[in-house]
C-alpha cells in the first residue's frame, strides 16, 4: 500500500490509517471516537486500533483476561525495579514508566516472540497430517539435544502452575478460539514432561508460551502480541512508581529480596465469572 498521495491542491502528504481528527470530529479506524465510549472496553478499542477490526464477542473476552493477567508482574521483574529506582533518584512519573518500560528489554520480553516461532516450527514439522505428539517428540528431543532447555514459552521460577496460564488456556476452549498452535503447544508441554532427561525438570506452560500461541490461534501479528504485552505492562509500572514515591525515602537502594506484602488479605470477586 502506498504510504504517499497528494492533497487537492496536489501537495505530497503522508497517509495513515489509524484516526483522522478534524473540526468537532476525531475518527478511529473510521468510528467516531465518541460512539465507542462507553460503548467498547478498553481492550476492545485497543485490538481495533491495532488490527482496524472491533473483536467478536469470544475474542473481546479472551484479549482483555489477557491484558489482565499482564497488568503487574511483581515488584522483583527488572522492569519494575527500574520503574522504581528511576522514581527514588527523583524521576517524574513518564521518566519512570520509561525506564521500566526501556527494563524489559529483549532478554526480558522477548518469549513470547520466540515461543511463537518455536510453535511454527513445530506445526511445520507436523505438516498437513497435524501429526502433534510426535512432531513435539521430535522436537523436544532436538532440544534437549542442542542444549536449548527450558525452550521460550516454558518453566517458570516461581509458578510450577501458574494460575494465569490455567485460566485464559480454560476460557480459550470454552470460547471455542483453541486450535493449531494452542493444541501444538499443550502437545509440546506433554512432550517435555515425559522425556527421561528432563524428570527432574519440571517445565509447565508458562504465560508467554500461552499467549504466544492464543495470539497465533486468534490471526494477531507477533508484534501486536508483543505491543498487548507493553501496553498491558505499563499500569504495573504507574502504579509502583507511584507507591515508590509515596512509601519510600528518596535515594534508596532497593533490594528486592527484602520486600513484604502488606495489603488486602486474599479476597474473591462477587457474582462475577
Not at 507436523?126 to 513435539?136: E, F, H
Not at 502488606?262 to 465469572?273: K, S
Request: net charge negative.
Amino acid at each position: 500500500m502506498a504510504s504517499k498521495a497528494t492533497d487537492a491542491s496536489g501537495r505530497s502528504t503522508w497517509l495513515t490509517a489509524l484516526t483522522a481528527v478534524e473540526a468537532n470530529q476525531v475518527l478511529v479506524r473510521g468510528y467516531p471516537i465518541d460512539e465507542l465510549m462507553g460503548r467498547v472496553s478498553f481492550g476492545d478499542a485497543l485490538y481495533l486500533l491495532l488490527t482496524s477490526e472491533l473483536p467478536s464477542p469470544s475474542i473481546s473476552r479472551l484479549l482483555n483476561a489477557l491484558l489482565t493477567g499482564f497488568i503487574d508482574h511483581g515488584v522483583t521483574p527488572p522492569g519494575t525495579l527500574a520503574a522504581r529506582q528511576a522514581v527514588t533518584t527523583g524521576a517524574t512519573l513518564q521518566g519512570a514508566v520509561v525506564a521500566g518500560i526501556l527494563g524489559s528489554g529483549a532478554h526480558a520480553a522477548s518469549g513470547i516472540a520466540r515461543c511463537r516461532v518455536l510453535l511454527e516450527q513445530g506445526l511445520d514439522l507436523a505438516g498437513s497430517s497435524m501429526l502433534m505428539a510426535s512432531a513435539a517428540t521430535e522436537m523436544v528431543e532436538e532440544l534437549v539435544q542442542t542444549d536449548r532447555i527450558p525452550p521460550p514459552g516454558f518453566g517458570r521460577q516461581v509458578h510450577t502452575a501458574d494460575p494465569r496460564v490455567t485460566r485464559l488456556l480454560q476460557m480459550a476452549l470454552e470460547l471455542e478460539v483453541d486450535a493449531l498452535y494452542t493444541q501444538y503447544l499443550r502437545a509440546l508441554e506433554h512432550a517435555l514432561s515425559r522425556h527421561p532427561a528432563l524428570e527432574d525438570q519440571p517445565l509447565p506452560i508458562n504465560l508467554d508460551g500461552a499467549i504466544a500461541a492464543l495470539c497465533g490461534d486468534l490471526g494477531l501479528a507477533p508484534g501486536v502480541a508483543e505491543a498487548l504485552l507493553l501496553i498491558a505492562r505499563v499500569p504495573g509500572l504507574v502504579a509502583h512508581a507511584i507507591e515508590e514515591r509515596e512509601r519510600q525515602q528518596p535515594l534508596r537502594t532497593i533490594d528486592p529480596a527484602a520486600h513484604q506484602y502488606d495489603g488486602p488479605a486474599e479476597r474473591r470477586l462477587r457474582d462475577r465469572r
